[in-house]
């Protein structure tokens, strides 16, 4: 059977190595009866630490092929998971190693033809489940395969989306397969932490399991495909106190020096049996039962009731687009340029005034966006005409973005927002008021104002720990260090908005510019949280520390991958 490149090595750098294999089959596999499936073998090494693992737990040699249950889609990698069993002694039989399909496997042998989604119809469960399954996006992902996984999490009452990857869905039907008091432990990307389409897999796992253990890594486990992951503990046994838990070790070699009890027991947090992401488990009981009680707090307005939050203008061709004051000057393009920012950098306060805009054209930095008229090219000014050809020389009509346009070199959806706020931040999310009358590219979110208060109000009121504290644990961190907010979740960021009207805009830029963010934290944080929510300086204090430690752990982890 031939299969698909990008199926067969798009896993978590494909090969587990040993020391997160030795883990993860020493933490599942409690006792030398242990059952043990692994749904996607690869090349056998997670099939030969459970081998290890067993024999550890004293299992008879001429037990452990009938203890082991392997699936593997591609037979040559099939080969070398039998090949590791004989290596170790193990002569394994027609049912220990399967060269299927998973999900496949899954409907015709492990659920049957009775599978209605429920586990009380599953044929066969086992003890622990142990894999590092396929990370493979969506279009990549066989089709016959991704309907069958679909169909299985739709029968969950799940909701399985065109963003999904694959891993997910080998985590969900995995977890079916469990007995009553069985383990799970799989190697699965960072994303399940803060991505949307994983939000009901999070609510999954804490309905389904009673214990779950997270560790993290600062170094990337898999440097050659650069894909943060962690190792997932889930433990079913209703009898176990509830909660989640978090580990974060330096790299996978640390796993040695700590025993499997760390592991399973110990303080767990309560669970939030919702779609949240898992971020705030990062933090301490206390700290996270603050953020929850404030969710509800009469003072706080979600930021989606006073702002309304669209991505910037997408050009298709910033080289083409975005112009300095020398190219605008040296084209004649003055009566086709248009004020813009082109990155967050260019935006140094609470406010983007006149001057600042000023600043950035004596910086010859991109401050204009060509804007064409939606006529025909040779009825174009001679200019702009020149300019245009001069594009299409370079082939930039060719791009997806210009492609789907006509002309090409019309920018679609422009204008100006009445503020900026920031797509990806580094140490704090800002939101900045528009006086320059100017848009924005695409790497800066378009902000417009609703209700009765008065903008600048809002923007003032944006700076406060509260609000980043909760944009931590709202946003999505990815590689660099960098927090990103589409839209829908910079519109559910808690603003506290008594006490607003206290606060001087201008006043505020002025102390950002000069001397940073703490020293406006400390008035706005006094007005608004102190004086308009009420809160005491213990649990202020305690946002704060909420904020700098989630913040420092995602910029610190920028320098500790290698």
């Not at 909660?243 to 499997?260: K, N, S, V």
């Not at 949240?276 to 009680?293: C, G, H, P, V």
């Not at 967050?344 to 950035?360: C, K, P, V």
């Not at 102390?511 to 963010?517: D, T, V």
Request: neutral net charge; charged residues 25%; contains cysteine.
């Amino acid at each position: 059977m031939k299969i698909a490149p990008t199926y067969q090595k798009l896993r978590g750098g494909y090969y587990t190595p040993k020391p997160i294999a030795d883990f993860l089959a020493q933490w599942a596999i409690q006792t030398a009866h242990t059952e043990v499936l692994e749904p996607s073998c690869g090349d056998g090494s997670l099939v030969e630490a459970a081998i290890e693992t067993l024999l550890t737990r004293g299992a008879p040699k001429d037990t452990i092929a009938q203890l082991i249950h392997g699936v593997e889609i591609d037979p040559d990698e099939a080969t070398r998971t039998v090949e590791r069993m004989r290596a170790l002694g193990i002569s394994p039989n027609a049912d220990t190693i399967c060269v299927e399909d998973f999900f496949a496997h899954c409907k015709a042998r492990l659920f049957g033809e009775r599978f209605m989604g429920v586990v009380t119809t599953v044929a066969r469960k086992f003890d622990a489940i142990i894999g590092n399954p396929p990370f493979i996006r969506y279009q990549n992902f066989p089709e016959a395969s991704r309907k069958l996984a679909f169909e299985m999490m739709q029968q969950l009452g799940l909701h399985p989306t065109r963003l999904l990857n694959s891993w997910l869905p080998f985590l969900i039907v995995s977890t079916l397969l469990l007995q009553d008091d069985g383990r799970l432990a799989m190697v699965i990307p960072a994303e399940l932490f803060q991505v949307n389409y994983a939000a009901e897999t999070r609510q999954f796992l804490s309905d389904f399991y009673a214990q779950i253990t997270i560790v993290t890594f600062k170094k990337l486990v898999f440097p050659d495909i650069q894909q943060e992951v962690v190792l997932l503990l889930c433990a079913k046994n209703k009898h176990h106190c509830r909660g989640i838990r978090t580990f974060e070790l330096e790299d996978a070699d640390q796993l040695a020096g700590h025993t499997h009890s760390e592991f399973s027991a110990g303080d767990f947090k309560p669970m939030d049996h919702s779609k949240e992401k898992w971020t705030q488990y990062f933090l301490n009981a206390d700290e996270i039962m603050l953020l929850r009680s404030l969710r509800s707090h009469p003072g706080i307005t979600l930021s989606g009731k006073v702002i309304d939050v669209d991505v910037g203008v997408v050009t298709g061709e910033n080289k083409f687009f975005l112009l300095n004051e020398k190219q605008v000057k040296d084209a004649e393009l003055e009566a086709f340029a248009r004020k813009i920012v082109s990155r967050s950098g260019h935006l140094r306060g609470a406010l983007f005034t006149q001057e600042d805009w000023r600043s950035n054209v004596a910086d010859q930095v991109p401050a204009y966006l060509l804007m064409a008229p939606g006529i025909p090219r040779e009825t174009l000014p001679d200019p702009l005409r020149a300019y245009v050809l001069k594009g299409e020389e370079a082939n930039y009509q060719k791009g997806y973005k210009c492609s789907i346009r006509s002309p090409w070199y019309v920018v679609p959806s422009v204008w100006n927002p009445a503020a900026f706020m920031l797509r990806q931040i580094h140490g704090y999310p800002k939101l900045i008021l528009n006086e320059a009358e100017a848009t924005c590219t695409d790497t800066i979110h378009r902000v417009r104002f609703n209700g009765p208060l008065d903008k600048r109000c809002v923007v003032a009121a944006f700076m406060n720990v509260l609000t980043f504290a909760f944009a931590e644990v709202t946003g999505r961190g990815y590689g660099g260090g960098v927090l990103t907010f589409e839209p829908s979740e910079a519109e559910r960021l808690p603003l506290p908005l008594a006490g607003a009207e206290n606060l001087d805009l201008d006043d505020c830029d002025r102390l950002l510019r000069a001397s940073g963010i703490e020293v406006v934290l400390a008035r706005t944080d006094e007005i608004l949280l102190k004086e308009g929510l009420g809160l005491s300086d213990q649990e202020v204090k305690m946002l704060h520390t909420i904020w700098t430690k989630l913040r420092d752990r995602r910029i610190l982890r920028k320098h500790k991958k290698k």
